[in-house]
């Protein structure tokens, strides 16, 4: 069965803190995005990455960064937490070509910054 | 710049047909139209897609007009276990000078009522 895993389904950390989300996945996708999900705001794309060491901003890039140094994993950095960015991480992986609308998502990150 | 519209709530019962409509213009004229299910504390997953006319699985039903401006998610019969937050997924226009990206809905809520 296919597998999108993120490293912990709920984090506390407090304002200034650096915070690291992993994310891997088994099936060789090539596209990686990273995601928050706030309520009534639906789904907005943080950063997306198309290959190995390749990353794109989304739509609210500000305040996150990513790494992506193998084509399995993908992180997603908050140099330094604050509290609007308590919210829930989802991290989803797809082809390239063929069908990138076809997302596979992990179980999501509830973080919340205190 | 595309854009989807698509109810934000709907109520039903158990064993009606429910049918979620998804409204969006200038979106890719080469790709998928998407639909995905959500429940509480997980990830989207995938339920359905389609290029043009109908598209049925073992889940739900899809239409898609010839003008592509919209999109239907059909669930037969549905159960309490249907109660999810169900979302469209289209890709941009890429011709409307924008660089090609996936448009998500803001997800229509789904109850099912005993």
């Known amino acids: 069965d296919v597998k999108v895993t993120q490293s912990s389904r709920y984090l506390v950390k407090r304002t200034g803190e650096k915070v690291f989300l992993e994310c891997v996945q088994d099936m060789d996708h090539e596209n990686m995005f990273w995601y928050r999900q706030d309520p009534g705001l639906g789904l907005r794309l943080i950063y997306f990455s198309y290959d190995v060491k390749m990353k794109e901003k989304g739509d609210i890039p500000e305040g996150y960064s990513v790494s992506r140094e193998k084509k399995e994993r993908f992180s997603l950095i908050l140099e330094s937490a604050s509290t609007n960015q308590t919210s829930m991480y989802l991290c989803?992986?797809?082809?390239?070509?063929?069908?990138?609308?076809?997302?596979?998502f992990g179980s999501g990150t509830q973080l919340s910054v205190l | 710049l595309a854009k989807t519209t698509q109810p934000i709530s709907m109520d039903s019962y158990e064993g009606q047909e429910v049918n979620i409509t998804c409204s969006h213009n200038?979106?890719?004229?080469?790709?998928?139209i998407t639909w995905y299910q959500q429940f509480p504390s997980q990830g989207p997953r995938f339920i359905i897609q389609?290029?043009?006319?109908?598209v049925t699985n073992e889940v739900a039903s899809l239409f898609i007009p010839a003008d592509r401006k919209s999109s239907t998610l059909s669930l037969p019969r549905v159960s309490l276990s249907d109660t999810a937050v169900y979302y469209c997924?289209?890709?941009?226009?890429?011709?409307?000078?924008?660089?090609?990206?996936?448009?998500w809905g803001l997800g229509t809520s789904l109850a099912v009522n005993p």
């Open positions: 200038n979106i890719a004229t080469n790709d998928y």
């Open positions: 997924l289209v890709g941009d226009d890429p011709n409307a000078g924008n660089n090609r990206k996936l448009i």
């Open positions: 989803a992986s797809s082809y390239l070509a063929g069908n990138p609308e076809k997302l596979f």
């Open positions: 389609g290029y043009k006319t109908k």
